[in-house]
């Protein structure tokens, strides 16, 4: 069955940086579109970045632009996000998903979600 299994999660002073891990296992992962989301406490998940099968990368959310980079090993079957420049904000429970890149409706999720790993930054 799918699995998605994110790690490298915790507590971090503002400024710092961060790289969270998700691998994946009962997917074609080389040929699967995976996103990055996150979700603060009273607020709804929000997609952060995506990457293509090919490596392309979709930047979703204006906040973490130039801060926050999205990668993937293929070999390895885990796709990363460097997390550098960390904001109080940034504070949240991060999910791996594996979806779909359309030209017209960008990254579609799938229903398969790894348990999270929480990401706190302090002031």
């Known amino acids: 069955q799918v699995q998605l299994v994110e790690s490298g999660g915790g507590l971090v002073q503002a400024g710092g940086s961060l790289r969270l891990s998700c691998a994946a296992s009962?997917?074609?992962?080389?040929?699967?579109?995976m996103g990055w989301y996150r979700q603060a406490p009273g607020k709804q998940r929000e997609l952060v970045v995506a990457i293509t099968s090919g490596g392309g990368i979709i930047t979703y959310a204006d906040s973490v632009k130039g801060r926050f980079t999205i990668s993937r090993d293929n070999a390895k079957k885990t796709v990363y996000l460097q997390m550098n420049s960390l904001k109080p904000e940034d504070t949240a429970v991060y999910y791996c998903?594996?979806?779909?890149?359309?030209?017209?409706?960008?990254?579609?999720?799938?229903?398969?979600w790894g348990q999270g790993t929480q990401v706190t930054v302090s002031s």
């Open positions: 998903n594996v979806g779909v890149v359309s030209a017209v409706q960008g990254y579609r999720p799938s229903d398969y």
């Open positions: 009962g997917i074609s992962f080389s040929i699967s579109a």
